[in-house]
T-cell receptor, first 112, second 114 residues
Framework: NAGVTQTPKFQVLKTGQSMTLQCAQD?????MYWYRQDPGMGLRLIYY???????DKGEVPNGYNVSRLNKREFSLRLESAAPSQTSVYFC???????????FGEGSRLTVL | QKEVEQNSGPLSVPEGAIASLNCTYS??????FFWYRQYSGKSPELIMS????GDKEDGRFTAQLNKASQYVSLLIRDSQPSDSATYLC??????????????FGQGTTLQVKP
C-alpha cells in the first residue's frame, strides 16, 4: 500500500534553475493537491486538481505550474526557482465522497 | 483576512488537562471540516472530520462545529505528552464553485507538560 508517493524527497537548486516535483497516488482518488509549508504558515495551497483534466489555482500559485498527467499523477514545476520557494512541499489526494486528504511524505526543497 | 484562521500558540496545558483548539473560517457555505495533527518533520494525519452542527466524539477527541458562527473547535481530553504537536484546521471552500478547494489554517502548536 504505497498511498501517495512524492519524488524527490530532498532537492537543492540554484536560483533560476528549474525542476519538477512528481506525485503519484494508487488509491483511485479523483482530487489531488499541492501544498507548501513554511514555519508558522501552516499548509498553503499552491494548485489543485478536482479531477483528471482540470487544474485550479490555490492560495499561492505564482511561480509554479502543474500538470495532471492522468488520474494517478500530478506534477508541480518550478520554471525558474527563487530562494522564496525554499519550503517543504506536500502532495495529497482525496476521495470526494469520503473527503479526507491523504498526504505524501513531503519534499524538502532548498533554493540557494 | 485568511480564509481559515487559527491561533498559532503555543498552547501549553498540563498532562491530564483538556486542550481546546479553535478555528474560524470565512466561507459561510462551507460544509466539510477537518482536524489534522502534525508531528515535527512528518506529514499531517487526520484526527477528525465533521460535517454537521454539534459535537462529534472519537475517543479523547471531540470536534465541535457551529456553522452560524463559522467556528470549529477540537477538544482533547486527558491530554498526554504524546499529544504535543501542531494541530491544523482544514475547510473545503465552496465559494469558488465547489471544486474541492481545501484550505488550512496556520496551525496551533500544542505543548502538553508532564
Amino acid at each position: 500500500n504505497a498511498g501517495v508517493t512524492q519524488t524527490p524527497k530532498f532537492q537543492v537548486l540554484k536560483t533560476g534553475q528549474s525542476m519538477t516535483l512528481q506525485c503519484a497516488q494508487d488509491m483511485n482518488h479523483n482530487s489531488m493537491y499541492w501544498y507548501r509549508q513554511d514555519p508558522g504558515m501552516g499548509l498553503r495551497l499552491i494548485y489543485y486538481s478536482a479531477s483528471e483534466g482540470t487544474t485550479d489555482k490555490g492560495e499561492v500559485p505564482n511561480g509554479y505550474n502543474v500538470s495532471r498527467l492522468n488520474k494517478r499523477e500530478f506534477s508541480l514545476r518550478l520554471e525558474s526557482a527563487a530562494p522564496s520557494q525554499t519550503s517543504v512541499y506536500f502532495c495529497a489526494s482525496r476521495d470526494r465522497v469520503v473527503g479526507e486528504l491523504f498526504f505524501g511524505e513531503g519534499s524538502r526543497l532548498t533554493v540557494l | 483576512q485568511k480564509e481559515v484562521e487559527q491561533n498559532s500558540g503555543p498552547l501549553s496545558v498540563p498532562e491530564g488537562a483538556i486542550a481546546s483548539l479553535n478555528c474560524t473560517y470565512s466561507d459561510r457555505g462551507s460544509q466539510s471540516f477537518f482536524w489534522y495533527r502534525q508531528y515535527s518533520g512528518k506529514s499531517p494525519e487526520l484526527i477528525m472530520s465533521i460535517y454537521s452542527n454539534g459535537d462529534k466524539e472519537d475517543g479523547r477527541f471531540t470536534a465541535q462545529l457551529n456553522k452560524a458562527s463559522q467556528y470549529v473547535s477540537l477538544l482533547i481530553r486527558d491530554s498526554q505528552p504524546s499529544d504535543s504537536a501542531t494541530y491544523l484546521c482544514a475547510v473545503i471552500l465552496v465559494g469558488s464553485g465547489n471544486t474541492g478547494k481545501l484550505i488550512f489554517g496556520q496551525g496551533t502548536t500544542l505543548q502538553v507538560k508532564p
